[in-house]
């Protein structure tokens, strides 16, 4: 990036010689290639906070905000596969955060959350405020959406608590937040001869793969099956399913129809030829014989809108899940069981395998499926316009959020993604306040791994003013970013159930009140002016103004690898 970063050498025993606690903590993440940090300061970390200002092999991204700095690190992470550590301060930042986590948690994103807590020994707290800063159980507010979660009251306990937290994060051994409690006074007392003994965490990734009995049992099936179906949901972070399931398909003689569901990262772009739809535009005109879900949480609610659920019921299910995915017993994002067998396993493997013995049938598939075409509004006619203007200057992207459910379905109708996760889909969680600070943490990997690619953000109005001093850290960190805003000055889906309850109830509809911000509107202009970030507004209803400040916003994000805002009026 901008500011001044000096890759480590080499650090596989440097935690060994750390004079204080912090000290280790900090050169132990570094021994496994953590060497990022964001957070909003707090006292009850500055133990580990002022490890880390004192080396120059580590880089500090300060937030505003708590939930911004684990957004900024869910973007990070779904943009590069890679972890960053979160640090959050004790009782009131780890509330602030809560939500942040939620989302992370239902979109299972892997993190790395370090959460510092009072001294647990009573003793040592100053008057009042360590006392209103120390949790007998801090993670308790949160211990329902982690994949790990520890409190221990010494430095052995605390050290071993990493150990497996960085095991579980970057090995995604399971998938979701990993949070260790960080006693404040134990950070600042010295390191303790048997820490240094402690060995590295076991981070490599294991591949698990389906015996080879199940494979060609599925291929059986697959083969004797006359309509087959492929759904998919949240297996589009897997690098490679796109050219697995054209494989597959070749391999058996014919295309496989494919529907994704969902807002998490496009695993497929929608083709007509290749029969990839989107659930919301696929119409059944006869029942498919054989479905085979890809990391979907909920194939029997997505299919019963489409298809009758006795009807679903008789249908043979094959699932195939990315091992990993924990149930919660607080949540119930999981959705129901799906019927038939279920697997876990690596899924671009088992596609590719059952490619290579999958027996070739060059049959006739019958065609039981078509789609319509979404209905054309003026957000569908603006987006259109975009995609045009990115793909006659040949520019290369990547759409890190998409901003409202509406947003995000135009999205992939309309962009032709050359991959998975060119389209970094929604929050996971429903939780409003996601949108800008992890496309900034997306754009900040992007720009740090592929800087010739151009980071592409679309928000709502609503959701942007949730957190809207994320742009502090993209402004002081020069992160290039272009920042679109869908503004339609309401909370557009709050609006919609005002409306529909009103017609229930046979009243007006024509009521706005607490849904829109029709009574103060919103300069974004001068908003973003206040963090030294270049912006413009456009009327959505001339696309050619559009178009032409798509291209000035583009030339100035080059030219300066900074954000830009285009708060479009829609």
């Known amino acids: 990036m901008n500011d001044s970063f000096t890759l480590a050498p080499t650090f596989s025993n440097g935690y060994?010689?750390?004079?204080?606690?912090?000290?280790?903590?900090?050169?132990?993440?570094?021994?496994?290639?953590?060497?990022?940090?964001?957070?909003?300061?707090?006292?009850?970390?500055?133990?580990?906070?002022?490890?880390?200002?004192?080396?120059?092999?580590?880089?500090?991204?300060?937030?505003?905000?708590?939930?911004?700095?684990?957004?900024?690190?869910?973007?990070?992470?779904?943009?590069?596969?890679?972890?960053?550590?979160?640090?959050?301060?004790?009782?009131?930042?780890?509330?602030?955060?809560?939500?942040?986590?939620?989302?992370?948690?239902?979109?299972?994103?892997?993190?790395?959350?370090?959460?510092?807590?009072?001294?647990?020994?009573?003793?040592?707290?100053?008057?009042?405020?360590?006392?209103?800063?120390?949790?007998?159980?801090?993670?308790?507010?949160?211990?329902?959406?982690?994949?790990?979660?520890?409190?221990?009251?010494?430095?052995?306990?605390?050290?071993?608590?990493?150990?497996?937290?960085?095991?579980?994060?970057?090995?995604?051994?399971?998938?979701?937040?990993?949070?260790?409690?960080?006693?404040?006074?134990?950070?600042?007392?010295?390191?303790?001869?048997?820490?240094?003994?402690?060995?590295?965490?076991?981070?490599?990734?294991?591949?698990?793969?389906?015996?080879?009995?199940?494979?060609?049992?599925?291929?059986?099936?697959?083969?004797?099956?006359?309509?087959?179906?492929?759904?998919?949901?949240?297996?589009?972070?897997?690098?490679?399913?796109?050219?697995?399931?054209?494989?597959?398909?070749?391999?058996?003689?014919?295309?496989?129809?494919?529907?994704?569901?969902?807002?998490?990262?496009?695993?497929?772009?929608?083709?007509?030829?290749?029969?990839?739809?989107?659930?919301?535009?696929v119409i059944f005109e006869e029942c498919p014989d054989l479905i085979i879900t890809l990391d979907t949480i909920d194939p029997l609610g997505y299919l019963s809108s489409k298809i009758d659920i006795n009807v679903l019921s008789e249908i043979l299910f094959i699932n195939i899940n990315t091992p990993g995915l924990s149930p919660s017993s607080w949540s119930s994002d999981t959705g129901i069981d799906p019927p038939g067998y279920i697997y876990n396993c690596d899924i671009v493997h088992f596609l590719n395998k059952l490619a290579q013995i999958i027996t070739t049938t060059n049959k006739k598939v019958e065609h039981y499926i078509r789609h319509k075409t979404l209905t054309s509004s003026k957000l569908s006619m603006i987006i259109k316009k975009i995609y045009s203007t990115l793909k006659d200057n040949n520019i290369d992207y990547r759409i890190v959020n998409g901003g409202s459910n509406e947003t995000d379905k135009i999205i992939r109708h309309t962009f032709n993604f050359k991959s998975e996760s060119q389209f970094l889909g929604m929050n996971g969680g429903g939780g409003l306040g996601y949108g800008l600070p992890a496309s900034i943490g997306a754009a900040f990997s992007i720009f740090k791994y592929t800087p010739e690619t151009l980071s592409i953000a679309f928000l709502g109005d609503g959701d942007f003013m949730y957190t809207p001093s994320s742009l502090w850290t993209a402004s002081a960190k020069k992160i290039p970013l272009l920042i679109i805003i869908v503004n339609n000055g309401e909370y557009s889906n709050s609006l919609t159930h005002a409306q529909d309850i009103a017609h229930i109830r046979n009243r007006s509809t024509s009521s706005r009140i607490a849904t829109t911000f029709d009574e103060s509107a919103i300069d974004f202009e001068k908003l973003a002016q206040s963090f030294s970030i270049e912006s413009c507004s456009v009327d959505g209803n001339n696309l050619k103004i559009v178009s032409e400040k798509i291209n000035k916003a583009i030339r100035f994000i080059n030219k300066n690898n900074e954000s830009y805002i285009l708060n479009i009026k829609v």
């Not at 750390?18 to 993440?29: E, P, Q, R």
């Not at 550590?85 to 993190?111: E, Q, Y």
């Not at 990493?162 to 960080?182: C, T």
């Open 16 to 281: 060994k010689n750390s004079t204080y606690f912090s000290d280790w903590v900090k050169s132990y993440l570094l021994a496994h290639g953590i060497d990022t940090y964001v957070f909003n300061p707090g006292a009850s970390f500055r133990g580990l906070h002022d490890s880390l200002a004192m080396d120059d092999y580590n880089q500090i991204i300060m937030t505003c905000h708590e939930e911004i700095a684990v957004s900024f690190a869910h973007g990070y992470y779904k943009a590069s596969g890679k972890i960053i550590c979160v640090v959050i301060h004790a009782n009131v930042g780890l509330l602030h955060s809560s939500m942040a986590i939620f989302n992370a948690w239902c979109d299972r994103v892997p993190l790395l959350c370090l959460v510092g807590n009072g001294p647990l020994d009573a003793a040592k707290r100053r008057p009042w405020i360590d006392w209103i800063h120390t949790a007998h159980d801090i993670l308790a507010p949160i211990r329902g959406y982690t994949s790990f979660s520890s409190v221990s009251t010494d430095q052995w306990g605390i050290a071993n608590d990493i150990k497996r937290a960085i095991r579980i994060a970057v090995s995604e051994s399971h998938l979701g937040p990993a949070v260790v409690a960080l006693d404040s006074y134990l950070q600042e007392t010295h390191t303790e001869p048997k820490i240094k003994n402690i060995g590295l965490a076991d981070i490599k990734k294991k591949r698990i793969e389906l015996q080879s009995e199940e494979l060609i049992r599925i291929s059986k099936l697959l083969s004797q099956a006359k309509k087959p179906l492929f759904i998919i949901e949240r297996a589009g972070r897997q690098k490679g399913i796109m050219n697995a399931l054209i494989n597959l398909s070749k391999s058996l003689g014919y295309n496989i129809p494919v529907i994704e569901c969902g807002y998490y990262e496009n695993a497929i772009t929608i083709n007509n030829e290749n029969l990839w739809f989107r659930i919301e535009t």
